[in-house]
């Protein structure tokens, strides 16, 4: 049975946990496979609004099995408290919830250090969530980081010891005023690595290949947005992982030909946190309109979310780039009311038309030209079927087909998992 991949096209917050907990009734395994405690995926169902940061989307399924794996940097006081806001709401997570031995520790110090270097950037800030996740992918890299594994080893706390003198040493070179109780710091580090120690800690490249070959149905869950790819975003105001395609092989340990479908998640229109570029950034009333209807701030940060209309440009870009087979649109109902939508076709490239995502976007090298097209009035969030939808909808998602060369196979009209209509 081959992987199927759900992951963004955008610059993040597209609403991929409330499609991967749409679909995981028809997986028996969702497995995150990059990113950590910078994502926020948000899931509403039954009255109540739930952010995951760590833990796969497909947690509040009875059956699916859900797997950390060797790809994502674990903080392991933020997953104390994921799991503990679980236990309020009565989940049994011990025998579903699986975390790779493979997968990075976040140390204390690697929030510091985060903090640290971001200060010392001034104004060129690149708008880290300052959880930690690049001073983690870079002891990754560096091969000295501390991984889940690890735990099991006797002289566990030795390393720890090792790795975190190592950072103090490190601040001392930023030459920057960091206030911080390490000994508080270590302390509720401590407890979340015994909540943790709770959990399976599993081979997850062995386990999920042994599930491919006994014909089990498996959903890698993304984080982030393919344009914040360390490698094909808007570098260098990216994220620290690979967060497209490529991305779920070398996270979970599967092999390219285990991938069959890739779905691929994108906003009406586009969003953006913190800092970097954005060619359809609006600075009016309708893009105040977009972040009021569409309540933008980013799950994690807290953050006003930049709006803009629909880059078709990086939209393109994303589904070569990702082999994407099926687009599933969000927030179509944020747009209703709108008389006139536009959506980027094309950028002025240094005084050169292009339809290609270049090297620099920054606004010195690109202008953008749109394409008009009538909005809707209709209330989209009461509608249930495909049916239903307005015309001048179906003619904004057909344009979008026709340039992408890609189905979109599902339309969101809603924060809720019932707001979701299957085409």
């Not at 009565?90 to 140390?107: G, M, N, P």
């Not at 190592?166 to 109780?181: A, E, R, T, V, W």
């Not at 870009?317 to 094309?346: E, H, P, R, W």
Request: with cysteine; hydrophobic share 35%.
């Amino acid at each position: 049975m081959a992987v199927d991949l759900l992951l963004g096209l955008q610059w993040g917050d597209e609403g991929k946990g409330k499609i991967v907990d749409v679909l995981t009734g028809n997986y028996d395994i969702i497995a995150r496979f990059q990113g950590g405690p910078n994502a926020g995926h948000t899931l509403i169902f039954d009255g109540h609004k739930h952010v995951l940061h760590t833990i796969p989307s497909g947690i509040f399924h009875k059956t699916a099995l859900n797997v950390v794996g060797n790809g994502v940097v674990i903080d392991p006081v933020i997953f104390k408290k994921e799991l503990e806001n679980l236990d309020k709401h009565k989940v049994d997570y011990t025998s579903k919830l699986l975390i790779s031995r493979k997968a990075h520790l976040i140390l204390p110090t690697h929030r510091l250090l985060d903090a640290a270097s971001e200060t010392s950037k001034g104004k060129a800030k690149i708008g880290s969530t300052l959880k930690g996740i690049g001073p983690t992918y870079m002891d990754k890299t560096g091969r000295n980081g501390m991984r889940v594994g690890d735990l099991e080893l006797k002289n566990w706390k030795d390393k720890y010891h090792a790795l975190t003198a190592k950072h103090l040493g490190m601040l001392d070179y930023f030459n920057i005023k960091i206030d911080y109780n390490l000994e508080e710091l270590e302390a509720e580090f401590d407890k979340g690595i015994e909540k943790l120690r709770t959990l399976q800690f599993i081979d997850s490249e062995e386990f999920l290949n042994q599930a491919i070959k006994s014909n089990k149905t498996i959903l890698a869950e993304g984080a982030q947005g393919s344009l914040l790819d360390i490698d094909f975003g808007t570098y260098p105001f990216v994220t620290s992982s690979n967060t497209t395609a490529a991305g779920a092989c070398t996270g979970l340990g599967v092999a390219p030909n285990r991938i069959k479908d890739v779905y691929g998640i994108f906003k009406a229109y586009t969003t953006r946190v913190g800092s970097g570029p954005f060619p359809t950034e609006l600075f009016d009333k309708d893009g105040e309109e977009m972040a009021r209807i569409g309540q933008e701030f980013g799950a994690t940060t807290g953050r006003p979310r930049r709006c803009g209309w629909l880059d078709l440009v990086a939209l393109k870009y994303a589904v070569d780039v990702n082999g994407v087979t099926q687009l599933m649109m969000m927030k179509g109902d944020v747009l209703s009311g709108f008389d006139t939508l536009k959506i980027c076709t094309s950028y002025n490239y240094k005084g050169k038309e292009i339809s290609h995502f270049p090297y620099n976007i920054e606004p010195e090298n690109v202008s953008v030209n749109y394409s008009e097209f009538k909005g809707w009035d209709e209330d989209l969030t009461k509608m249930t079927s495909a049916e239903q939808l307005p015309k001048n909808l179906m003619d904004y998602v057909a344009f979008i087909e026709k340039e992408t060369g890609v189905p979109v196979k599902i339309v969101s009209v809603g924060p809720d998992r019932k707001q979701t209509i299957v085409r």
